[in-house]
Structures are given as structure tokens and as C-alpha cells.
């Protein structure tokens, strides 16, 4: 899968699932549960134990998901990730030298960003999309159509307390996609291997999306 490709597919589903769980176990169910339900797409953050090999494992089983890796800090951990066969990188923030990597392994990156300067410096290093996070503290909705009035050039996914109230009124402001963690992924769903739930949820946030974009011209 070409970076244009996965990117894409991003946009095309418009939900960048957080799996952010207590054990490599529990991050392959997450992540498998979402392929299931429709939703073809996973970040794995680093603060998942093992979280390295399951992007590995999950690359083998599922080759055409798009797993990714989030919370990557550092060039050493992004090469790990790209060899294991993420196919995006994230962070909460901007880190240059991550952006920089991603785009010389020819994957999809999408930094982390709050303010106009921090998104404005994100595109401008050449990010596919830019994550605003946390976007509910800083006025939610609102804040990304602040941002996108200006900057209607740069594919914004709003994260960070989005969840089923709020989901169409980001999709509605401008955000691309949606970063969707426990709101998705219950933690008690997850460690109770209660894949029913997670396909109940799944189906509602991708009905959010559908619901948003009926009522959004494309960028």
C-alpha cells in the first residue's frame, strides 16, 4: 500500500482509532475488533506494551489495514515502527525529525499540533495531516473551524475528548477524520473481549461520519 493510498483510506473512513491498552494481547483485539466492524485503521501508541510487535503482527495478518504507530518521539523508534510496517506516524506534538522520517520511508505523517504557528509549522514540514489534540479543552468544534477559516489548505483530524456528542460537529467544522481512543475502545470492553460492543460503537462513529458529510462540501 503507497502512501497515497493509505492516506486515502484515512479520509475515506474518516476515523483514526487510539489503542492505547495495558498489553500487546489487548491491543491485537482492539485492533482486530475495529477490522471487523468496518473500520480498517489503527494507531498503535508506544506506551502499549510490545506495541512494536503488534504493529508487526498486525502488518502480517492484515495487510491491507493501515496500522500505524502514535505517540513517536524520536527517529530510532520511528525506524522500529516503519520496519515493522506502520504505515503512518503520530505524535500528541510536533516533532520534526518524525515528519522528516515518514515522508523519507514514504509513509503518512501526522504530527501533533495546538496552536496556528504549530499547525502552520507541521504543514509547512510537509505533514499529510495535522493533529489538533487536545481539541475538546481548547473549545472543540469551534477551534477547528477557527483554524480552518484561515488555513482551509491544511487537512486537520481533530483528537483528544471526542465522542459520540461530538463527533459530527468535528466532521462538520472541517476535520478530515476524527482521533476516536476509549470514547471507541472502551478499556473494559477491550479487556473484557466484548467484541459486540466495540462493533456497536464502531458502527455508530462511522454513521457520525456519514451523517457529517452529507452536510460538508469536500475540500
Known amino acids: 500500500m503507497t502512501r497515497d493510498e493509505a492516506k486515502a483510506r484515512i479520509e475515506e473512513i474518516g476515523i ?3 489503542v492505547r491498552v495495558g498489553s500487546a494481547a489487548d491491543a491485537l483485539f482492539a485492533a482486530e475488533t475495529l477490522y471487523q466492524a468496518g473500520i480498517p485503521i489503527a494507531e498503535i501508541t508506544m506506551t502499549t506494551p ?3 510487535g503488534v504493529i508487526k503482527q498486525l502488518a502480517l495478518r492484515l495487510p491491507d489495514m493501515i496500522v500505524g504507530a502514535g505517540t513517536v518521539l524520536d527517529t530510532e523508534t520511528a525506524r522500529k515502527c516503519v520496519d515493522a510496517g506502520a504505515k503512518f506516524l503520530t505524535s500528541t506534538g510536533l516533532v520534526p525529525e518524525v515528519v522528516s522520517f515518514a515522508l523519507r520511508s514514504n509513509i ?4 501533533g499540533a495546538l496552536t496556528p504557528t504549530e499547525v502552520i509549522s507541521a504543514w509547512k514540514a510537509g505533514a499529510d495531516y495535522v493533529k489538533i489534540f487536545p481539541a475538546a479543552p481548547m473549545g472543540g468544534d469551534q477551534y477547528i473551524r477557527s ?6 489548505q491544511v487537512l486537520l483530524i481533530a483528537a483528544g475528548g471526542v465522542n459520540q ?12 477524520a476524527i482521533g476516536v481512543g476509549s470514547e471507541l475502545l472502551p478499556k473494559d470492553a477491550v479487556r473484557r473481549r466484548q467484541d459486540q460492543r466495540i ?3 464502531a458502527r455508530r462513529f462511522l454513521g457520525f461520519v456519514a451523517e457529517a458529510r452529507v452536510t460538508v462540501l469536500p475540500h
Do not use: C, M, Q, Y
Open 199 to 201: 462493533h456497536e460503537l
Open 16 to 18: 483514526l482509532p487510539g
Open 108 to 111: 503518512v505523517a501526522i504530527p
Open 147 to 152: 483554524l480552518k477559516l484561515p488555513l482551509p
Open 50 to 52: 510490545g506495541a512494536i
Open 165 to 176: 456528542n461530538t463527533a459530527v460537529d468535528f466532521i462538520r467544522a472541517g476535520s478530515s
